[in-house]
């Protein structure tokens, strides 16, 4: 069993360890693993030995560190002061980030140590992990898949061991997806809990994307958002909420919907490991949100479109993401108009199902892991499907601001799967408490990993 990132913060406080040398045995991971992988594309070990012996100094002062010499690695599309990170585009190529962004500077104060730049797709758009720029990550459970997008370098770097932690981003599942395709627990925090901005790129996805946080459990994914959640005036979406993790589950009104209660397809092998956990937990009925009629895959899509159009346009290399820019710019202010409305009538919706109900739970993805190159698979359920159905799951949480934790649901076919957790705005102590009863069942139930072959 790999460390945890709170054992690894343990021994530095108590001086069993000193960070540099827990940063120089990721390095070790590192260099075992990331040649087959390609899940971090950048290093600095200089810089991150220097983040290392700064924390050794702290705590030989006796500083309170939460997260004290552990590793973590942070995605292509983030800001580190002094580190290259370009999103996976050639056009940023050589771009070296002058400031840190909230989310990095926070990891800093509490004692955390980066340790390489993770691959992602180009400007964070796509449902697997390949770019013009780094190439393809691969998925540690089977070389020849993809891990998901658009954080695929974060959880196959955290899958493999080379760091406990890892900081990405989740604008329509991008932290969850990729997160149970390698058997990680993956958090999308609620919208304003951790601040964006400023300092980090252009987001296309502004008002929608979130910082997510990967881990080998849900403890190290709550401590991670301990450190992280705050309030900062530079960024119009941060609220001042607080964030602790609720102890109880008991009395809680949960949910379960295979389908979202909009018909999406899933597999009937991944459905069957679902309702095998459903059946074990304190489930009291499978229901979904009233969704405005018409509600199915990426409804908001024309956003996300404009926003790569505008800020994007004639940076991307990516076949791929030169049509969702081609698509934007040919999207009308109306157009963007209604999705806006929309939003609204998704959010209400859903705040409306969070009357009966305290959490609603609902798989993460419909499928396994599947091969690369391909954008996802062609069918699903044995219905043939498009490229973006493997994602229709996660969504619809990020439009409405609500929190969501993926939890490793067991192995179909030898494979991780899935399930997430949701609740209602700032809710997020109560959606990470029941994650951890789930987490506890499916631990007496399968072992979900190592990936074969990990360290």
Not at 234 to 262: H, I, K, M, N
Not at 288 to 311: C, H, I, K, N, R
Not at 399 to 409: D, E, F, I, K, R
């Amino acid at each position: 069993m790999k460390p945890r990132a709170r054992e690894i913060a343990e021994q530095v406080r108590r001086r069993e360890r000193s960070a540099r040398q827990v940063c120089e045995a990721a390095f070790g991971i590192i260099d075992a693993c990331n040649p087959e992988l390609n899940a971090i594309v950048q290093m600095d070990r200089k810089r991150s030995l220097a983040e290392a012996d700064e924390v050794d100094l702290r705590t030989s002062r006796d500083e309170r560190l939460p997260l004290a010499g552990v590793p973590y690695t942070l995605k292509d599309n983030l800001w580190a002061a002094g580190w290259r990170v370009s999103q996976g585009a050639r056009a940023f190529a050589d771009f070296i980030a002058p400031r840190d962004a909230w989310s990095v500077k926070r990891f800093r104060q509490a004692g955390a140590v980066l340790v390489g730049i993770t691959n992602c797709s180009e400007f964070a758009c796509k449902g697997v992990t390949d770019n013009p720029l780094y190439g393809v990550t691969r998925n540690p459970w089977d070389l020849r898949l993809t891990p998901g997008g658009s954080s695929g370098g974060a959880a196959a770097a955290t899958a493999a061991g080379m760091a406990p932690l890892a900081l990405c981003t989740d604008a329509g599942g991008s932290t969850r997806r990729p997160a149970a395709h390698t058997g990680l627990v993956g958090m999308k925090p609620s919208l304003g809990l951790v601040p964006y901005l400023p300092h980090s790129f252009a987001e296309p996805n502004l008002g929608i994307s979130v910082i997510g946080v990967m881990a080998h459990d849900v403890d190290d994914a709550a401590l991670a958002l301990e450190c992280l959640a705050g309030y900062s005036p530079e960024d119009p979406y941060s609220v001042a909420a607080e964030f602790r993790l609720q102890e109880d589950t008991a009395d809680l009104r949960v949910a379960w919907s295979p389908d979202l209660g909009c018909g999406f397809p899933i597999d009937a092998d991944v459905l069957e490991v679902m309702e095998a956990l459903v059946a074990r937990l304190a489930v009291q009925a499978r229901a979904a949100p009233d969704w405005p009629a018409g509600t199915g895959e990426y409804p908001l899509a024309a956003m996300q479109e404009a926003g790569l159009a505008a800020f994007y346009g004639n940076a991307a290399a990516d076949p791929d993401v030169v049509a969702l820019i081609e698509a934007g710019r040919r999207r009308t202010g109306a157009e963007i108009a209604e999705c806006v409305l929309k939003r609204e009538a998704l959010a209400a919706s859903l705040a409306r199902f969070f009357e009966r109900f305290d959490l609603l739970l609902a798989p993460t993805a419909p499928v396994t892991a599947w091969p690369i190159p391909h954008l996802g698979p062609t069918h699903i359920g044995g219905k043939p499907v498009g490229p973006r159905a493997h994602a229709a799951f996660t969504p619809l949480f990020n439009y409405c601001g609500v929190p969501a934790c993926s939890v490793p649901a067991g192995l179909v076919r030898g494979l991780p799967v899935g399930i997430q957790v949701i609740g209602p705005r700032f809710r997020d102590g109560v959606v990470l408490r029941y994650a951890r009863y789930v987490e506890s069942f499916v631990r007496a139930m399968t072992a979900t990993g190592p990936p074969p072959g990990g360290p």
